[in-house]
C-alpha cells in the first residue's frame, strides 16, 4: 500500500522552499525579474527535479528562465549546502504558464454575451 505523502513529494517541497529563498537572496543578476517558485517534481530515483516559476510583473518570463537555467549549477551547489540528502538532484526550471491560462479563462467569461447581459441589468 502507497503512502499518502511520499518522500518524493516531501523532498519537493523542501526543495521548493529552500529554492525560493536561493532566487530570492542569491541571484543578483537584474535580468530575473519577480520569480515565484509554483512546484517541484522530483523524480522516483532523485536524479531530476522540475521547478515550475512564474514570473510577476513586466519581466521577460523567457530571460528569466534562461538566467535560472544558466545558474542551476550554483544553486544545486548552493541547496546541497543547506540541506542534507546524499545526492541532491539536477535542476530544470520551466515557466508556469497556468496564471496565463487562468487569466485567459477569466477574460472569455467576462466577454462571454450572458456576462454582458448581466451588466447591463
Request: net charge positive; charged share 30%.
Amino acid at each position: 500500500m502507497a503512502r499518502e505523502y511520499s518522500r518524493t513529494l516531501r523532498i519537493g517541497k523542501l526543495i521548493q522552499r529552500e529554492l525560493a529563498q536561493l532566487i530570492q537572496g542569491e541571484i543578483k543578476d537584474p535580468r530575473v525579474g519577480m520569480v515565484t517558485v509554483s512546484d517541484v517534481e522530483v523524480t522516483a530515483d532523485l536524479a531530476h527535479a522540475k521547478i515550475y516559476i512564474t514570473v510577476l510583473g513586466k519581466s521577460d518570463s523567457e530571460e528569466s528562465l534562461a538566467v535560472l537555467n544558466r545558474a542551476a549549477g550554483f544553486l544545486k551547489r548552493e541547496l546541497s549546502r543547506r540541506l542534507i540528502m546524499r545526492a541532491m538532484p539536477s535542476l530544470k526550471f520551466v515557466y508556469d504558464d497556468t496564471l496565463d491560462k487562468a487569466n485567459r479563462v477569466s477574460e472569455l467569461i467576462n466577454s462571454s454575451p450572458k456576462s454582458e447581459e448581466k451588466k447591463d441589468s
